[in-house]
Nanobody, 112 residues
Framework: QVHLVESGGGVVQPGEPLTLSCAASGFAFSSSAMNWYRQAPGKQRELLATIMTTGGYVVYLDSGKGRFTVSRDNAKNLVYLRLNNLKPEDTAVYYC?????WGQGTLVTVSS
């Protein structure tokens, strides 16, 4: 059974960084592309980025390009989302995803 658990969220001030983690189990992690999504209050869930099995990644969100980076540790079955220069509009629940499986999400609040 696929199991995804996000962690690392919290309350930060604008301009600060944060690194989110997603622990994966129940499937061949090193052979799977992984995605990060987020859902802001009152908005639809949106796709942020995909990291491929090779470690290469794509950030889809225009406002995240140059600020968000994705990495993975195949030995530990972990995928990371590094959020730099956070803005209040980045406040959202951030989710790890693989195909039809989702974690519970981790809340990031950016506020002064």
């Amino acid at each position: 059974q696929v199991h995804l658990v996000e962690s690392g969220g919290g309350v930060v001030q604008p301009g600060e960084p944060l690194t989110l983690s997603c622990a994966a189990s129940g499937f061949a992690f090193s052979s799977s592309a992984m995605n990060w999504y987020r859902q802001a209050p009152g908005k639809q869930r949106e796709l942020l980025a995909t990291i491929m099995t090779t470690g290469g990644y794509v950030v889809y969100l225009d406002s995240g390009k140059g600020r968000f980076t994705v990495s993975r540790d195949n030995a530990k079955n972990l995928v990371y989302l590094r959020l730099n220069n956070l803005k209040p509009e980045d406040t959202a629940v951030y989710y790890c995803n693989r195909q039809s499986s989702w974690g519970q999400g981790t809340l990031v609040t950016v506020s002064s």
